[in-house]
């Protein structure tokens, strides 16, 4: 497997795409080589019918949605036998742990898996990759081997909104403001990566701000709202909210448009489901930071394609991210990453 770690800027993630589907110009090899023959004359085994899982954190979701709908897309163009699956909710981590099982049982010949869990798979992960099932991890990194990573540098990521929110607190002259972290789960490293990413980023500027409080809302919208709502009134002079996913951005445009406070709060979250790209239009949010889902699944099929049939792909792969606000989200280059298509498994 090749060592190489990868980053790319938004701008050059649909040429990287065209780049991975270049295998779908011929058959890829089980030596790596292509061909544009339709028949595979060397005997060699090609990727077309190999058995592909895909399964997501949570179906639910319209952001995992969008990853299926990538991986759905690379299955029709790899030719490969594909199958979306996911649990209802991020939460659900043994619900997690038996689909990979299922896989296991079922003879897929590679996984691409976004863990709801940094650790709690890692022995269902070992025990696929024992049964010669190659395993790509995407989004979210786990804390033994895999064949292969995609996901963002939340660190650099969260810095991004660290250093967005503290402009908007900069600007309405609360720099040294108090600031809410709303959360969607405990524990996830994607999570912690973005948090401490977003420490860093709203120190660099504003190093007197103060964050006052982490509140964890379970992926569960009503909950988020009744914790921003809460906290709008228990801290009448907060000056920023840092919402860590679509759950925790919604939830706090929908506290804040309640509250009538967009112009005493400033907003920064991240991922780009409908409701966070209307409260950006709306003024609700004042920027989101925005993944590109629909690139995790694609990429990760071909990845997957690649590493079944014994040709390297590459060990970590950052597609990067994007700051999205007014100035911008009508913007024609962002329209397909801004609602991407979506497909539940």
Request: hydrophobic share 45%; with cysteine; charged share 20%.
């Amino acid at each position: 497997m090749a060592s190489k770690s990868v980053s790319l800027g938004v701008a050059g993630l649909a040429a990287t795409v065209a780049l991975a589907a270049g295998v779908v110009g011929g058959r890829l090899s089980a030596s790596g080589s292509t061909s544009g023959n339709s028949g595979d004359s060397t005997g060699q085994s090609t990727i077309s019918g190999t058995k592909i899982d895909v399964i997501v954190k949570a179906t639910e979701s319209e952001f995992w949605q969008s990853m299926l709908a990538g991986s759905k897309k690379a299955g029709a163009d790899l030719g490969v036998d594909l199958t979306l699956f996911g649990p209802t909710s991020e939460a659900d981590i043994e619900p997690q742990v038996r689909l990979v099982e299922d896989s296991i049982s079922r003879g897929a010949k590679a996984i691409v898996l976004a863990p709801n869990s940094s650790t709690a798979l890692n022995g269902v992960i070992d025990r696929a990759r024992a049964a010669g099932i190659k395993v790509i991890i995407v989004d979210n990194a786990v804390k033994t081997r895999s064949d292969g990573f995609i996901g963002t540098d939340n660190v650099k990521a969260g810095a991004q909104a660290g250093r967005r929110l503290c402009q908007l607190m900069t600007e309405a002259g609360k720099a040294n403001g108090k600031v809410l972290h709303e959360s969607a789960v405990s524990g996830i490293q994607v999570l912690i990566d973005r948090f401490d990413g977003f420490k860093q980023g709203l120190a660099e500027k504003c190093p007197q701000a103060q964050i006052v409080q982490t509140l964890v809302n379970d992926n569960d919208l009503n909950k988020a709202v009744g914790q921003v709502n809460d906290a709008l009134t228990r801290v009448p002079d907060l000056a920023g909210i840092f919402a860590d996913n679509n759950t925790s951005g919604v939830g706090a445009a929908k506290a804040v448009q309640e509250k009538g406070a967009g112009d005493k709060v400033a907003v920064v979250a991240f991922d780009s489901d409908p409701g966070e790209v209307d409260a950006v239009k709306s003024g609700a949010i004042d920027a989101i930071v925005v993944q590109n889902p629909f690139f995790f699944g694609y990429q990760g099929v071909v990845e997957a394609a690649m590493a079944a049939v014994g040709s390297d792909a590459p060990q970590n792969l950052d597609p990067g991210a994007v700051l999205v606000d007014q100035s911008n989200v009508n913007a024609d280059e962002l329209k397909a990453l801004l609602n991407p298509p979506k497909v539940k498994g």
